[in-house]
């Protein structure tokens, strides 16, 4: 939100506003809608849009809202471009929303803790007013802006530092140069809830707020639609070499998937006396991974999804000397069901000489992890010791220990490590994980991060 210095300015201003704004909301009482965009804004989460700032502060809405876990609590929030709506009915107003600390999370993201960075090289300064708290300035346009921008506490006509707290926070940086993700290469500092831009190509004292919203929530990679490389984008992920298709494994696992399907059976052992059974299913109902679905719905990834999530499944499927695979899909004549089987035991290869034990998934740095109840695996060669657990953590980085389970005690014979989560990871969160142990003996502490979505 902006105020004016007389009403004169004030009215001339809405007049060119309303000439040139291009967004133009569609709003009822308590609802904003807007053309560019599919999601809306209601409620208190309008009401507090419209108040303090609107589109040039928040941006366009750029999710529904929904509830996710804040500092270990469910919170209906709502994402925009440059910031994340947080309701805290238990509150009054107007401190009942709250704005994400976009800009410090982003900060520890890039591996670059705003504590890390250079402190300012003096406290005073012309034009400049000095933040103990974080020993940076804030100056000139920068700071022009920072004291002309605040929530809407009072209705007052000039705003007092502490509703400039509320909307931007203390600043975490100097003044640099960087490239925004538009782009653009213009004077940068960096707040706890934003990012100023200095675009002086717009003019000599443009302050623009950068896009931290569309940076912290970027929708997270297409996986692809086909069976294979659906595989094979799971393998990278983990940091595993893709494999191949052999048309006489996926004819095998067609035939098995037909006899699941028909006989709506999920199995990993054909009746040679009923209908649809063959060698050749058999061959791959005994290597290979098998999946049922009811209906007629259902397509293949579906199924490499599925297995993804099932710990014994994934990890034949992130063995790294996997080489060679076949894969079929069949739905039922009938509509009723549709089944599908990968093999994976045809060509096994323990991996004795394999550099790259454990192999871990999710992977490092990986995005898009699903906000659900998702095992987080570690494994060594199938026919090894079983590891030794002897600590473990799971966290929301600059946020709160996660509550897990952890077991050596895998599916089928596998060797390694599940941490399983208490509950739905985060949303749009960066989760970091501690392993240590010990393997045939010797000591070992892996930590690395990944990033949920939805």
Not at 129 to 143: I, K, N, P, S
Not at 328 to 346: E, H, I, M
Request: hydrophobic residues 40%.
């Amino acid at each position: 939100m902006w105020r004016w210095p007389s009403l004169i300015n004030l009215i001339a201003s809405v007049v060119m506003l309303l000439a040139l704004l291009p967004a133009q909301p569609a709003q009822a009482q308590s609802r904003i809608c807007f053309a560019e965009v599919p999601d809306c804004i209601e409620g208190r989460f309008a009401e507090y849009w419209r108040q303090n700032g609107g589109l040039p502060v928040f941006g366009f809405p750029i999710s529904p809202a929904f509830t996710q876990v804040v500092e270990g609590r469910a919170r209906l929030v709502q994402l925009f471009e440059r910031n994340r709506f947080e309701l805290h009915p238990e509150q009054a107003r107007p401190y009942d929303v709250l704005l994400g600390r976009l800009g410090d999370d982003l900060l520890q993201r890039r591996g670059t803790p705003w504590q890390n960075e250079p402190k300012a090289p003096v406290t005073q300064q012309a034009g400049c007013r000095y933040f103990a708290e974080t020993q940076h300035l804030v100056c000139d346009a920068f700071l022009r802006y920072w004291q002309s921008h605040g929530l809407d506490f009072d209705s007052k006509p000039v705003f007092s530092e502490a509703e400039s707290l509320a909307l931007f926070g203390l600043p975490l940086t100097e003044p640099r140069m960087e490239t925004n993700s538009s782009g653009d290469t213009v004077l940068t500092q960096w707040f706890e809830r934003a990012r100023f831009e200095l675009h002086s190509q717009l003019g000599p004292d443009v302050v623009l707020l950068g896009l931290l919203g569309r940076e912290a929530f970027a929708p997270p990679p297409v996986l692809p639609s086909h069976w294979l490389d659906r595989l094979n984008a799971y393998r990278v992920f983990a940091g595993l070499a893709p494999v191949q298709e052999e048309a006489a494994l996926s004819d095998n696992c067609w035939q098995h998937a037909r006899y699941m399907a028909e006989h709506n059976h999920l199995t990993h052992d054909q009746n040679p006396a009923l209908p649809y059974a063959s060698p050749a299913g058999q061959i791959c109902a005994q290597k290979g991974n098998a999946w049922i679905g009811g209906g007629a719905s259902w397509q293949p990834a579906a199924a490499i999804d599925g297995w993804m999530g099932s710990v014994g499944h994934r990890l034949w499927m992130l063995y790294p000397t996997l080489q060679r695979t076949g894969f079929g899909f069949y739905t039922a004549a009938s509509g009723r069901q549709s089944a599908a089987a990968l093999d994976v035991l045809s060509y096994f290869n323990e991996g004795i000489d394999y550099p790259g034990w454990p192999v871990r998934y999710p992977g490092a740095n990986q995005q898009g992890v699903p906000a659900t109840v998702y095992p987080i695996t570690l494994h060594w060669r199938y026919f090894g010791n079983a590891p030794v657990v002897t600590a473990t953590e799971l966290r929301v980085v600059g946020g709160a220990a996660l509550p897990h389970t952890v077991s050596t005690d895998l599916p089928v014979g596998h060797k390694g490590i599940v941490i399983m989560p208490a509950q739905p990871l985060p949303a749009w969160a960066t989760i970091e994980v501690m392993v240590a142990g010990s393997y045939d003996g010797r000591p070992f502490t892996y930590r690395w991060q990944f990033q949920t979505g939805w």
